[in-house]
């Protein structure tokens, strides 16, 4: 019932940025959190920011000082606005989102992330 589409990934060079985008289509449930989870070839999927309904937000240490996520209520969408990129952060990103009173997990697709020089 909840669908979530992600966008913006690309290929890109250390120090450049890149916007991610993700549109949630929601059928009236409530969207507690929504955040942003990332996996590199041969690694686990790991969180790199979630906010919460209020707005409060956190961020893994690895992106700190580097991503920023936003959300917007009205258009359903969240934003992952990615700084000074590494070749770190080169995996394929997934949108996520906690709904209702279960904190019922949602996923997307992926969008792919690369940075490379």
């Known amino acids: 019932q909840v669908q979530l589409v992600e966008s913006g990934g690309g290929l890109v060079q250390p120090g450049e940025s890149l916007r991610l985008s993700c549109v949630v289509s929601?059928?009236?449930?409530?969207?507690?959190?929504m955040g942003w989870y990332r996996q590199a070839p041969g690694k686990q999927r790991d969180l790199v920011a979630v906010?919460?309904?209020?707005?409060?937000?956190t961020y893994a240490d690895s992106v700190k000082g580097r991503f920023t996520i936003s959300r917007d209520n009205a258009k359903n969408t969240v934003y992952l606005q990615m700084n000074s990129l590494k070749l770190e952060d080169t995996a394929v990103y997934y949108c996520?989102?906690?709904?209702?009173?279960?904190?019922?997990?949602?996923w997307g697709q992926g969008t792919q992330v690369t940075v490379s020089s």
């Open positions: 906010v919460t309904s209020g707005g409060s937000s």
């Open positions: 929601r059928n009236g449930f409530s969207i507690n959190y």
């Open positions: 996520n989102v906690k709904t209702g009173i279960y904190n019922t997990n949602h």
